[in-house]
């Protein structure tokens, strides 16, 4: 059973920060929205994902730069591999290998998701507080 069965919005995937929130809020809506579309709507739906996950990852690093979070580097670094990964999975979208993405909107990305939203967003989240931001 894929996670994103269990993956719903609601309050324990908030980290406390609106910004972030609101970005987690989206992504979990779009994983849902993609993951149901048919296989011809399929790679436009996969690229509206693709297309958000960049902007919530511009998004976040903003934040990390404006409140000067020592963890910025390693934060940072993780979402380039996501970046990287994101990337060959459009390539091969492209070039067909439609269970491949399927299997990423399913499986990678709402493990990755929670795992990343516990560990380095909650961290992130808690220090814009603790510098006075919400």
């Known amino acids: 059973m894929s996670t994103l069965t269990a993956l719903s919005w609601d309050s324990s995937l908030e980290v406390g920060n609106a910004v972030i929130d609101a970005d987690h809020k989206e992504t979990v809506e779009l994983l849902a929205e993609v993951a149901g579309l048919s296989n011809t709507d399929f790679p436009a739906g996969f690229k509206r994902f693709a297309d958000h996950l960049r902007d919530h990852l511009a998004r976040e690093e903003g934040l990390m730069e404006q409140y000067d979070f020592p963890a910025t580097p390693i934060h940072k ?50 220090w814009i507080r603790l510098r006075g931001g919400q």
Request: no cysteine; aromatic share 6%.
């Open 77 to 126: 670094h993780e979402h380039e591999r996501v970046r990287r990964e994101l990337e060959g999975i459009e390539k091969r979208l492209a070039a067909g290998n439609l269970m491949l993405a399927r299997g990423y909107i399913t499986e990678i990305v709402p493990d990755w998701f929670i795992n990343h939203k516990n560990t380095m967003d909650s961290a992130t989240a808690a």
